[in-house]
Nanobody, 119 residues
Framework: VQLQASGGGLVQAGGSLRLSCAASGGTFSRRFMGWFRQAPGSEREFVAT????????YYAPAVKGRFTISRDNAKNTLYLQMNSLKPEDTALYYCARRLPGSVYGYDYWGQGTQVTVSS
């Protein structure tokens, strides 16, 4: 299984970015997926997760109302639409595949894409 994240970049506060995560080598549609992020000097933190069919989503309080997780199972791709970005959103963003039957366990991770928000 490979997860390839892309779409990061440098954006001003208040701006938007859309991250993508292309999955290959597994059955994408059968797994919950998630986004995480890690800022310099900080631990990796949960951002959002989405169910297999995309009908159910859950967000960290820090991003709820600003970020939207979605997926296109026909394209084996996961997305994260990020609006109203803040400098504190600056981090390396990772996509990950959740373990079956687990709430907190993830077995495969992408390589990360850098998001930098300037004030």
């Amino acid at each position: 299984v490979q997860l390839q994240a892309s779409g990061g970049g440098l954006v001003q506060a208040g701006g938007s970015l859309r991250l993508s995560c292309a999955a290959s080598g597994g059955t994408f549609s059968r797994r919950f997926m998630g986004w995480f992020r890690q800022a310099p000097g900080s631990e990796r933190e949960f951002v959002a997760t989405i169910s297999r069919d995309g009908d159910s989503t859950y967000y960290a309080p820090a991003v709820k109302g600003r970020f939207t997780i979605s997926r296109d199972n026909a394209k084996n791709t996961l997305y994260l639409q990020m609006n109203s970005l803040k400098p504190e959103d600056t981090a390396l963003y990772y996509c990950a595949r959740r373990l079956p039957g687990s709430v907190y366990g993830y077995d495969y991770w992408g390589q990360g894409t850098q998001v930098t928000v300037s004030s």
